[in-house]
């Protein structure tokens, strides 16, 4: 679980309000959505597809627990896209979290398939509907992060700044 604990007096808290799990520091950075700069990408060979209900299980199962209560939630509050290239998904963008007229964007692509396109489809596919919706695509990532900075780069996101969140272990043992 990542924790952002807005202040440095909050940090030293945390061990005393979670005292039995281990955690540590680490930095994140924001980007800044630049609508004028958005551009929607186009690669041969990777289709891209919005979650559906048939697909939710397996592409956002995962997630449940973690960022959504149920894969119900995410289907009613929550966006995501899967691509796919012969047949075989090769990657995902979801949002982790949706209030208040913005979602958080992930993206993964499987390792065997990076350098092709699927992330920046996925990514333009995500980010175009939110922004022809009025929502607004939020684009963090950790700081060491080099491709997540390009991509976002890439679809019209600025840095916006980093800061300090606090990563819980929730693993049990």
Known sequence: MVLD????AWTERIGLLLPARRWVTARRASYSFDPARFRQAAHA???VE???????PAVVGPLVGVSWNSIEGF????????????GVEVGTCLSVCAADGVMEVAVEVDPRHRGRGAGTRLAAAFVGHCAARGIGPV??????????ARLAARLGYRPAGARDTAVVDLSRG
Request: aromatic share 8%; charged share 30%; no cysteine.
């Open 5 to 8: 604990p807005g202040s440095p």
């Open 45 to 47: 060979g990777v289709g």
């Open 50 to 56: 919005r979650v559906s209900r048939e697909t939710a």
């Open 75 to 86: 289907l009613e509050h929550g966006l995501g896209f899967r691509a796919v290239e012969d």
């Open 139 to 148: 684009w963090e990532a950790w700081e060491h992060n080099e491709a997540s």
